[in-house]
């Protein structure tokens, strides 16, 4: 059962149904401004907490809509769909342990959709803590529970590509860009796996057919500049990387690619200066033991 006030306040008259009305057409901070006045009414009002929550993550407000979903789950503490949300707002955050114990809830106490998006959800987390097999594991009971949605089929196959079988992956990728030619990520990712297996003419053709699609992908810039690199060709590597850095100034492992070209040219103090930033950014934790190892090797004397 909804809960409805009405408070003769700013708004005229104050419904939780005019604050779903403002959520609706993107009106967050009017909508806000409503279920404010509404908690404030009634601070046991978990549609309200609810819809704010939301409102809050739209906004990019982090913090806000997690305090708002815990004290939800203060009220409700076995609502899968809650855990599901927070779980989301602290993977957006980077906390991907604190959100794969939300997901865990979620897979416990949630309905259909509600499972598959926990699996699919914590699959992603592990796959950013590159726990490759559990994100598989997860990826893999999100499919079975709904092999129609393109994006688990998109994070299946990159699993499947992740734990060695990317026959099988690449021919979701495949089957993906039939049904839709332009969908990009599948592109880009038969041009990453394919480079993976050295077939580097096959990797040119996916990743040009990307960046076609969307000019905007900075990781497949990347991409492509490390393959240009593999295939010879520094100049145009380094022009790829560069105009991926320009596009995202964070991404470790461009910087990486970087220092590949620069220890190619004997450029040590620029390698090191970029190896020094692929560490700063986070590359051990995400990627591995790489960039140490180049320091090590090229900085460190």
């Known amino acids: 059962m909804l809960f409805t006030f009405y408070i003769h306040q700013g708004y005229g008259q104050i419904t939780y149904k005019r604050a779903q009305e403002q ?11 409503i279920l404010d006045k509404l908690i ?13 929550a939301k409102s809050y993550f739209e906004l ?15 009220l409700e503490p076995k609502n899968g769909l809650a ?3 927070r779980g989301q707002v602290m993977e957006s955050t980077g906390q991907f342990f604190d959100a794969i114990n939300d997901f865990n809830e979620a897979i416990k106490y949630g309905k259909d959709t509600v499972i598959s998006s926990g699996y699919f959800h914590r699959g ?26 393109k994006y688990i089929r998109l994070n299946y196959a990159t699993s499947l590509c992740n734990i060695d079988s990317i026959d099988q992956g690449i021919k979701i990728f495949k089957q993906i860009i039939q049904e839709d030619d332009k969908d990009f990520i599948a592109h880009q990712n038969i041009g990453y796996y394919s480079m993976q297996r050295e077939q580097y003419d096959t990797a040119l053709v996916y990743y040009n057919k990307t960046l076609k699609i969307n000019p905007k992908a900075a990781s497949t810039y990347n991409n492509r500049g490390y393959l240009k690199f593999k295939m ?22 461009a ?6 070209i620069s220890i190619s040219e004997g450029k040590t103090m620029a390698a090191c200066e970029d190896l020094i930033k692929a560490r700063s950014f986070g590359f051990a934790e995400r990627y591995g033991n790489e960039v140490n190892q180049l320091i090590k090797k090229n900085c460190n004397k």
């Open 255 to 260: 910087y990486k690619n970087r220092a590949l």
């Open 232 to 253: 010879g060709n520094t100049k145009e590597a380094l022009n790829d990387i560069n105009a991926s850095l320009k596009m995202d100034k964070t991404n470790p492992f």
């Open 60 to 74: 990019h407000h982090g913090q806000k809509a997690h305090d708002d979903l815990s004290r939800f789950l203060e």
């Open 83 to 85: 855990y599901l949300y």
């Open 23 to 33: 959520y609706g057409v993107k009106k967050y901070n009017d909508a806000i401004g």
């Open 40 to 52: 404030l009414k009634n601070d046991r009002d978990t549609h309200s907490y609810f819809l704010r």
């Open 124 to 149: 992603s987390c592990y796959m950013s803590i590159n726990n490759k097999l559990q994100a598989f594991t997860d990826f893999t009971s999100a499919y079975r529970l709904n092999p129609t949605n």
